[in-house]
């Protein structure tokens, strides 16, 4: 300053990333090579689930792979599901190690 007085501070400061998560509501799986299949999408997730349930309960998907997305086919992949609304099930874990489930409903449109 005008005096000749010097004065410094210092703060750390940590800048750590946001987690995000985005659940579309529906899919077309028809090979048309847009929204062909169904799954979250986000940042910063160290650990994934999934499952998918049809009107009656019964689990028709299940993943812990982030990157494995439901084609829209039930039974080991064997069958072709049918234009419905579906349950799905997502549990995440984000990279400060917290849980996050997410509950809802999917439109598989043929």
């Known amino acids: 300053n005008q005096f000749n007085c010097l004065d410094t501070t210092y703060q750390m400061v940590t800048m750590e990333p946001e987690f995000l998560f985005y659940i579309p509501n529906a899919f077309t799986p028809n090979d048309d090579g847009i929204n062909d299949t169904f799954t979250g999408d986000g940042s910063f997730v160290s650990e994934f689930e999934m499952s998918i349930y049809d009107r009656w309960g019964n689990q028709v998907y ?49």
Do not use: C, H, M, P
């Not at 993943?63 to 039930?74: E, R, S």
């Not at 099930?89 to 439109?107: E, L, Q, W």
């Open 62 to 110: 299940n993943t812990n792979n982030i990157n494995n997305t439901w084609d829209g086919k039930v039974g080991n992949g064997s069958e072709t599901a049918q234009a419905d609304v579906y349950v799905y099930s997502i549990k995440i874990t984000d990279f400060k190690f917290k849980t996050y489930n997410y509950r809802g409903k999917v439109a598989l449109i043929r």
